[in-house]
């Protein structure tokens, strides 16, 4: 799932670059994007200054078949040119290219990275970029400083023809969906899907099987998801974070995440598991 199978990822920026690249310009998170009637773009051109927009901190990111890519980012209360908007990264899913949706999708994260680690958490002294991996190196005292990267479980537990789902307090009225919560550290995968499980519904799982990955820019999760099985307890919902959990079948099913999510990826495996089809 989302592999970004064109494009190949890169540190050090091309010397001479005479072809136009894409930019992913962000203002904080908020991406330049092209408002076409039916979807949006982002810019492909020789420099940003011919947007006349003033951009800061050029992040190269790789190439995409064989075009360049770079992340900068404007200045807050910087206006968009004409025809083009700031858009957040959930509002441009699906009207975006999905290849270059997922490039911004770095982008974003690698832009905050940069604005966020100027300077040595250790010594205070001025970052300096390594060219060998994307990291900034301490030249005073070495420390190394790597973009930030919050791992998470998602899981979709069943039980028969059953699967198991919930609703978070912060989420749209009426949507549920499979369980998620960040690893803790010195924990496996495994562990955290198991105590996630327990802590948020109450109930133990067994058969724990990796599903796939998905990069989660909102702002820097990597979602890592697995399948598992029911093994025993009642559902007893954690009402800190769950204020709802049930069973739900196929064929009865609440409101679910979008398609942009792993959430709904492990969903419509279910679904299609049961010999069902989600069209939306
Ligand atoms: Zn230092």
């Given at each position: ?16 670059r005479?072809?136009p ?5 962000f ?20 420099d ?7 951009v ?7 190439q995409l ?5 770079y992340?900068?980012e ?27 949706f ?15 680690h ?5 010594c ?21 400083h ?11 537990v069943?039980r028969?023809k ?7 307090r ?12 960040f690893?803790?550290p ?10 996630e ?36 307890g ?47």
């Open positions: 799932m989302s592999e970004n199978r064109k494009f190949i990822s890169g540190i050090v920026p091309p010397q001479e005479s072809a690249a894409w930019w992913f310009i203002m904080i998170d908020k991406l330049l994007v092209h408002q076409e009637p039916e979807s949006v773009t982002v810019p492909f051109l020789i940003p200054n011919e947007l006349g927009l003033t800061m901190g050029k992040n190269y990111l790789g078949d064989d075009r360049h890519c992340a900068v404007v200045a807050e209360g910087t206006l968009p040119p004409a025809g083009m908007t700031f858009e957040g990264l959930r509002q441009v899913y699906g009207r975006l290219d999905e290849n270059l997922w490039i911004a999708a770095r982008a974003v994260q690698i832009v905050d990275w940069d604005r966020t100027q300077f040595c958490g250790r205070g002294a001025p970052l300096r970029v390594k060219t060998t991996e994307r990291a900034k190196e301490c030249p005073k005292c070495g420390l190394l790597f973009p930030r990267l919050a791992p998470a479980i998602i899981v979709l069943e028969g059953e699967l198991l789902l919930a609703r978070s912060h989420f749209m009225p009426g949507m549920y969906s499979v369980l998620a919560g690893v803790e010195g924990e496996s995968l495994e562990e955290a899907v198991v105590r499980v327990r802590e948020e519904v109450g109930i133990s799982v067994k058969d724990i099987k990796y599903f796939g990955s998905q990069p989660w820019p909102f702002p820097h999760s990597l979602m890592i998801g697995f399948t598992a099985t029911y093994a025993g009642n559902i007893s919902v954690d009402d800190s974070e769950i204020e709802d959990a049930g069973w739900f079948t196929a064929d009865n099913l609440p409101r679910i995440p979008g398609k942009i999510s792993i959430a709904r990826k492990l969903i419509d495996w279910f679904i299609d598991k049961q010999g069902g089809r989600l069209t939306s």
